[in-house]
């Protein structure tokens, strides 16, 4: 057994505590750099990359766009954070958390800037009325959900995800603590499944949107590698709407914007145009160290 951790009386910042982000992580807010945001050529600049909470945002970009939404046509620039791209000045006057993805939505008399991945979606499915319901029960319980996954993620990712992928070490204790709150989040999502065919009601919403960038893809195993570990498969009615979902096009698209990682032929770095995912060719691709 290790020596017990004493915590000191006043805690310090050592840079060198390991973990696969010690990099990038420290206790303190603004910028490390001047860096001017790029701008193109249409009303939404989106600043992000294809993490859970980056994909949330570009499937409801695309999801808009298929439903004839031409406004919600944009932009999409990579942050990548490995590189500290998201302590860039530009940035930071877009997001003062240093997290991605942030939207600019240069279509209001003065430019809206939108940061948190369950704002940006709240805000666009008010811009143009889509993907939350009208009802009052219905938008409740849609909104419910969608702050459900803002809360709980959080232990999904930074709690499991992080001693079970990424810490220097790993440990029994967090690990099983954090797995066992995972599991709960499963079971939680599972039962709400098992009576409705969405997370919001019989309507596909921007709940589901948020939820299945993080919790969906847990239930494909494409996360921390951690499917058999937490059993995802025993979840049937997760992976009954994760399925529905995956098998959407614009989702499909959404996920590939600014993806810097993985295979090359699910990466699409930029997105301007909705033909850059016809044009696209891997030898334009350039895989992103550290994303």
């Not at 003062?96 to 939108?114: G, W």
């Not at 529905?244 to 499909?252: H, K, L, T």
């Amino acid at each position: 057994m290790s020596e017990e951790y004493v915590p000191p009386k006043v805690w310090e910042w050592d840079s060198e505590s390991g973990g696969k982000f010690a990099n990038i992580n420290r206790p303190i807010a603004g910028p490390t750099h001047d860096k001017e945001l790029q701008v193109g050529k249409h009303p939404l600049q989106l600043y992000s990359l294809a993490t859970p909470n980056g994909v949330k945002v570009t499937v409801m970009l695309e999801e808009l766009l298929a439903a004839g939404h031409t406004g919600a046509e944009y932009d999409a620039w990579l942050i990548n954070i490995g590189d500290g791209d998201q302590f860039g000045s530009g940035f930071v006057d877009v997001n003062p958390n240093s997290k991605i993805p942030a939207l600019m939505d240069h279509s209001t008399e003065t430019p809206t800037r939108v940061f948190e991945s369950g704002a940006i979606l709240l805000y666009l499915a008010e811009k143009f009325g889509a993907f939350l319901p009208t009802d009052p029960a219905a938008r409740t319980e849609t909104l419910s959900w969608l702050f459900w996954q803002m809360g709980s993620a959080p232990y999904l990712g930074g709690g499991f995800g992080h001693f079970y992928a990424y810490a220097p070490e790993k440990f029994e204790y967090p690990i099983n603590r954090f797995a066992m709150e995972v599991k709960r989040q499963l079971d939680v999502l599972d039962r709400r499944l098992g009576e409705s065919e969405y997370l919001g009601g019989a309507e596909y919403s921007i709940a589901d949107m948020a939820n299945w960038a993080w919790y969906g893809v847990l239930a494909q195993g494409k996360i921390y590698e951690a499917g058999e570990f937490l059993q995802v498969d025993s979840y049937k009615n997760v992976q009954r709407w994760q399925k529905a979902i995956a098998a959407r096009p614009a989702v499909q698209r959404g996920r590939m914007v600014n993806r810097a990682f993985g295979p090359l032929e699910e990466q699409l770095r930029e997105r301007h145009d909705a033909s850059d995912f016809e044009t696209r060719t891997q030898d334009k691709l350039e895989p992103a160290e550290n994303a």
